[in-house]
Structure formats: C-alpha cells, structure tokens
C-alpha cells in the first residue's frame, strides 16, 4: 500500500469546495450515464466549516456487477485505479492534476455507502462533532505527515463518531 501513502496538508474549509464536489459528481455522472449509480460528493470538504485535506471526495454507489465498467468509465477522466487499497469491497481511484480528487466505488447501499453518507451527514448537523473530528484531524497532521500514519492516528475518534452518528447522536 505504498502507492497510497502521500503528503498530508490540511486547509481551513473553503466555501469553493461544495461547488467543486458538485462539479466533479456531475463529471462522473456524465461518464457513467446509463448505469444504474448513485454519485455523491462525500468527505470532510462536503462538510461546511470542516477543515480538510483539499482533495474532493466522490462516491459511485453501483451493483457490485457494474464495478469494473464503473471502474473503467471514471478512469477515462484521468483517475488512477488503485484497487481495494486496504477497503474490501471499495475500489479506490485517485486524479492528482487539477483539483485532487479521489473516487470511491462502492455497493449501492451497502455498508461503505452507507456509512459514508451517515458520517458526513452527521457531521453536517452536529458541529460538536465537526469541531472535535477537526481537532482530532489536526493534531493527527502534526504527529504524522503521510496519509496511512494521519488515518491510522484518527481512527479511534472516527470509529466514535460514526457510533454516535448510528445511535441517533449519542456516543456509547
């Protein structure tokens, strides 16, 4: 998983962002049209206020049977396939020109898709948590300056996080 490994820099949240996700959702969608998907801009910088790497985070939820073609149509956009990457059941493609964006296929409705909406959605209506995962974020950053060692460091407060977020907002 070396491939994965990159420089972390967080940014303070930049309105621009929720415009971006939008655009790259529908660059996406327009590459996979006819196919049974759901495309949704996910991630800290579809949170407002929520200081984040500035890369672009897009979800591609599909059948597991229309992976691959997924897979290939984004690729024709420049993305890099970088396979599961440590997530089963996710296929992880990333584009480093222009606007760094990475972009996740995943079952439809399946736990990753899931999950990844509710956590999102969580934080968008509980800044509490926006502002603890930021900090959290933050000092992960100073310990750490690459990808897996900063999602290693946070990986605790994400876990309480998205247990608050599936029991209604209440941590256990």
Not at 28 to 40: D, F, N, Q, T
Not at 74 to 94: A, I
Not at 109 to 117: A, E, H, K
Request: charged share 25%; with cysteine; proline share 6%.
């Amino acid at each position: 998983m070396a491939d994965l490994d990159e420089p972390i820099i967080l940014a303070p949240y930049a309105p621009a962002w929720a415009a971006l996700g939008q655009e790259l959702a529908q660059q996406v969608s327009s590459v996979l049209r006819g196919m049974p998907v759901a495309v949704e801009h996910i991630g800290s910088t579809s949170v407002p206020g929520l200081d984040a790497k500035p890369v672009i985070d897009i979800q591609v939820g599909c059948q597991p049977v229309d992976a691959s073609t997924a897979v290939e149509r984004v690729k024709e956009l420049g993305f890099e396939h970088l396979g599961e990457s440590g997530v089963p059941g996710r296929e992880y493609l990333r584009r480093r020109s222009g606007q760094p964006t990475n972009v996740h296929v995943v079952e439809k409705d399946g736990r990753l898709w899931n999950d990844s909406i509710l956590f999102r959605d969580y934080l968008r209506t509980h800044p509490d948590a926006a502002a603890r995962y930021a900090r959290v974020k933050h000092s992960a950053a100073r310990e750490a300056s690459v990808l897996l060692a900063y999602s290693g460091l946070k990986a605790s407060a994400l876990t309480e996080i998205m247990n608050a977020a599936r029991n209604g907002g209440h941590p256990r």
